[in-house]
């Protein structure tokens, strides 16, 4: 038996899924010094569960990583000890002119009674 691994130029080329990221950096409304522990949960626009669900680290940074193009929401699901959970939701379309988004929320201080 012969096998022949011939290049075919009428057959369309398999185009591969395109990858994005996002990158969030959340911050002290005050004195914009990076806040670590924040939660942060990333949807499909329009959806209700969560891809991913993560924390910022001590610089107050997290990334979401190989994310198809598309639009997204990400949430703050979690406050921080000493500040109050924002109720913004963020939305983000990631595609070929901007593969990556960068985000900088910032948060308030809980007001003490």
Not at 32 to 43: D, L, N, T, V
Not at 70 to 91: D, Q
């Amino acid at each position: 038996m012969e096998i022949h691994n011939f290049y075919n130029p009428w057959l369309p080329e398999i185009e591969q899924d395109k990858k994005g990221e996002v990158s969030l950096h959340k911050q002290d409304s005050e004195t914009h010094s990076p806040i670590a522990g924040a939660e942060f949960g990333i949807r499909k626009k329009d959806t209700t569960n969560f891809i991913d669900v993560q924390a910022t680290g001590e610089d107050g940074v997290l990334n979401f990583k190989d994310l198809n193009y598309g639009e997204y929401e990400i949430v703050e699901t979690k406050a921080p000890s000493g500040y109050e959970l924002s109720p913004t939701v963020h939305k983000v379309v990631i595609n070929e002119q901007i593969p990556v988004v960068t985000l900088k929320p910032r948060t308030k201080k809980k007001r003490l009674p």
